[in-house]
């Protein structure tokens, strides 16, 4: 197999990357000092989460040097994300430490006032946007392909700046920004999005660059239609995972969490499959993400869960879009009684391929100390150590809140939302209690309280179900969804009662959720996510189509 060379210069996620090098046929050779860069032919510098980080890790290596000289040599060099971003010559997420000024410019952070940061999801790399329409591909990118982004600073795209120093420009567009996705001069190649995650589309230019296909033909010109830029709604599956009654690990689905049959089975837990084919077989229907759910790991440690693990490890070998694994995630003990912190578990989480963590009872109890602290950090938390080595877009929230009912605002201290559902005695005011070790534990703690606390904590996401309405097929909680958007700036997953592809046209049209979620409908066979997207563009909404 010929080689690739990737840079090991930083705690990173690197494991969907050398997945995805592998798939288009090359090996992956380690750069782990700056003398052996020299011997590199084909170098990629991947690079996640802060700037200041990446670079001044990079810098105290001592790889600014070898690499000026691979890149003035001519010899090709990819750099993904920060990759990208540490090749401008500053950013303003850390004014204290420079790039490699190699293309001119500083990155700036995306305006928050309208939109959530940071952008994740698919948008373009749109060449024939800059003036470019030869109906050229560059480095395999296509107008009418979308690739997976996660980053909160970007460079802004002016029309010809850098097209005038001889750089081809893609583009993409988040709410009224249009910033550079993918930038391309000679023998470099800067992608901002993750092309290891973009599915196919990803792994061509994965592959373009390794072959050194700088220019081909287009297959086709594509419509307006279908170039349209933006960020397309994200339809994510899910995938609750716990072991059965023989032991093995399944997919299970719960009615508001109640996970086991009701009938002459004598209550065994529902099983509707295998993790990795399924995993697999979404990701074929055009899902944009994949989360697995743990859902029973509060009982067990997690350090001796290496079914999970293989699980991902075998999921990530073939399914080239994000990756979440939650359930689990926090302080714990080893069967020998060793001490594992939360960032170690998440490690291993990640070195098997996961590449988001979901962090659930954990942040309920971190986020209630938050407060208890007068809402100072503590430095020491799963969330704040684990975004702190892999980036807040590692770190997911997952949220379980259920509803409690009261006739008035005044008759409770939490934040209340007035329904359009009243309770049971006609209450018409209800607030959202968190609770913990999957709905077992309801807290004296609302949602909002805790979605601000992880959101000042560093956490990236939030996975939004509810209780109430998981497995009832009635539609997503717009008032809950409506709220917490409300509260932060960090993206909101919509998840719990998706029944049809109409409700998920109906909470992106009534909420401004990020990306929504479904399990039942998909495990069950009624839809499949590729109807759920053919349902939203008939709708207007962009999607990603999935490509082969
Ligand atoms: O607390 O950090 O160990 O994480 C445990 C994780 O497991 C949490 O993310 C928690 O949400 C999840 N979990 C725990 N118990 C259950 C259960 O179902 N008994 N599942 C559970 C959560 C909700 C979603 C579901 C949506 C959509 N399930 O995963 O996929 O509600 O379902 P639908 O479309 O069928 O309505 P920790």
């Excluded at 800059?130 to 591909?137: C, K, Q, R």
């Excluded at 990756?323 to 689990?328: A, C, Y």
């Excluded at 100390?369 to 100072?376: I, S």
Aim: proline share 4%.
């Amino acid at each position: 197999m010929p080689t690739v060379y990737l840079l090991d210069y930083v705690a990173g996620n690197v494991r969907s990357l050398v997945n995805a090098i592998e798939k288009v046929g090359y090996s992956v050779e380690w750069v782990r000092k700056p003398e052996d860069v020299a011997n590199a032919e084909k170098l990629i510098f991947p690079g996640v989460g802060h700037f200041g980080h990446c670079m001044s890790q990079f810098a105290d290596s001592g790889y600014i040097e070898p690499i000026r000289k691979h890149i003035a040599a001519g010899k090709p060099f990819m750099g993904i994300c920060v990759g990208l971003q540490g090749l401008f010559e500053s950013s303003e997420e850390s004014d204290k430490v420079a790039g490699l000024g190699v293309v001119p410019g500083r990155l700036t952070r995306f305006d928050d006032s309208d939109k959530a940061v940071p952008h994740i999801g698919w948008n373009s790399a749109n060449t024939s946007k800059a003036g470019n329409v030869t109906g050229e591909s560059v480095y395999g990118l296509r107008p009418d392909s979308k690739y997976y982004y996660v980053h909160s600073y970007a460079l802004p795209y002016v029309e010809g700046q850098l097209e005038s120093k001889g750089w081809t420009i893609a583009t993409a567009r988040y709410g009224k920004e249009e910033f550079v996705g993918a930038l391309a001069k000679d023998n470099v190649l800067l992608t901002q999005f993750h092309p290891e995650k973009s599915g196919a589309a990803g792994l061509r230019v994965l592959k373009a660059f390794c072959e050194g296909q700088k220019v081909t033909k287009l297959p086709q010109q594509p419509s307006a239609q279908a170039a349209r830029e933006g960020l397309t709604r994200r339809v994510i599956a899910c995938l609750d995972v716990r072991t059965n009654d023989q032991g093995d690990l399944v997919v299970t689905k719960g009615d508001q969490y109640d996970v086991r049959e009701k009938d002459e089975s004598g209550g065994a837990v529902r099983n509707l499959g295998k993790p990795v084919d399924m995993a697999r077989k979404y990701y074929e229907q055009g899902a944009d993400e994949v989360t697995f759910l743990n859902i029973t790991s509060f009982r067990n440690c997690p350090v001796a869960d290496t079914p999970m693990l293989e699980i991902l490890r075998r999921t990530s070998e073939t399914v080239f879009v994000p990756l979440t694994i939650g359930g689990g995630i926090r302080d714990t003990v080893d069967t020998d009684g060793t001490k594992v912190s939360a960032l170690e578990v998440a490690s291993m989480y990640f070195k098997s391929g996961a590449d988001k963590v979901s962090v659930g009872s954990d942040a309920v109890t971190a986020a209630e100390e938050y407060y208890a602290r007068g809402k100072t950090l503590a430095g020491t938390t799963a969330i704040e150590t684990i975004s702190a080595a892999y980036g807040n877009q590692a770190v997911v929230v997952s949220v379980d809140p259920k509803r409690q009912y009261v006739a008035s605002p005044e008759a409770t201290t939490h934040h209340t939302v007035k329904t359009a559902f009243p309770g049971p005695n006609g209450e018409e005011y209800c607030w959202y209690a968190c609770t913990t070790k999957g709905g077992r534990e309801t807290r004296d703690f609302d949602v909002k309280q805790l979605v601000q606390a992880v959101e000042a904590m560093g956490a990236g996401e939030i996975l939004l179900n509810c209780i109430d309405k998981d497995g009832t097929n009635s539609g997503f909680d717009l008032e809950l969804i409506n709220d917490v958007k409300a509260s932060i700036k960090i993206p909101v997953i919509a998840s719990s009662g998706a029944g049809h592809p109409g409700h998920f046209a109906e909470v992106f049209e009534k909420t401004p959720t990020d990306a929504a979620l479904g399990a039942g409908m998909f495990h069950r066979g009624e839809y499949t996510v590729k109807q759920v997207k053919e349902h939203l563009q008939q709708q207007g909404l962009l999607v990603r189509q999935f490509e082969e």
